[in-house]
């Protein structure tokens, strides 16, 4: 079975700080995405990544960065943490056949 | 228009009855299709892929309409276990990378 980890599963951050969410598969799966997930908004995708080192804005990259070193290890960086960053963020792998495998989500709140 | 749209619902059905979703995605180029269940504060899981002839998973039907460019999921039987919300995917590979589009899911919630 894919696995999909995430660092945390709930984390609480003041505003101002950097915050890094990390994310691991065990796969070998080339691409990795990251998604914060609002009620009413649905999933929205952050940034993608589909090589190491190779990395893709997606719909609403402000506020973040990522960092791919390692083909497993996927990060998500928030630089100077907003109360609007609260949210569930959500990890995923996907081999070539195109299903995606997710990581259980870390639940972020920014005070 | 969305590249992918769904009804959000909520459908609430008793329990015993069949339901339908529907999802219609913009770009004709896309290549797959899936559908997702999505447990409250859980992360999204694989329910199904769906293939253009239809595929069948016990109580779970997936359809896909290249034409009309909608895939379908029919649960038969409703249980309580299946309230949940689903969400339809459509990926698309492109310049090298998998482009993965998501629905904003739509809630069912089964009814005693």
């Known amino acids: 079975d894919v696995k999909v980890t995430q660092s945390s599963r709930y984390l609480v951050k003041r505003t101002g700080e950097k915050v890094f969410l990390e994310c691991v598969q065990d796969m070998d799966h080339e691409n990795m995405f990251w998604y914060r997930q609002d009620p009413g908004l649905g999933l929205r995708l952050i940034y993608f990544s589909y090589d190491v080192k190779m990395k893709e804005k997606g719909d609403i990259p402000e506020g973040y960065s990522v960092s791919r070193e390692k083909k497993e290890r996927f990060s998500l960086i928030l630089e100077s943490a907003s109360t609007n960053q609260t949210s569930m963020y959500l990890c995923a792998s996907i081999p070539f056949s195109g299903e995606q495998y997710f990581g259980p989500g870390t639940r972020l709140t920014v005070t | 228009r969305k590249e992918v749209e769904q009804d959000p619902g909520p459908f609430n059905v008793p329990e015993g009855a069949t339901v339908a979703f529907n999802c219609t995605y913009s770009n004709s180029a896309s290549q797959s299709f899936f559908w997702y269940r999505q447990d409250c504060r859980k992360e999204p899981k694989l329910l199904m892929s769906?293939?253009?002839s239809g595929n069948e998973d016990g109580r779970f039907t997936a359809q896909l309409n290249r034409a009309s460019q909608y895939i379908s999921l029919l649960i038969r039987d409703s249980k309580l276990s299946d309230s949940a919300t689903y969400l339809c995917v459509v990926t698309l590979y492109s310049g090298g990378y998998q482009k993965v589009t998501f629905g904003t899911g739509t809630k069912l919630q089964v009814i005693p």
């Open positions: 769906v293939y253009s």
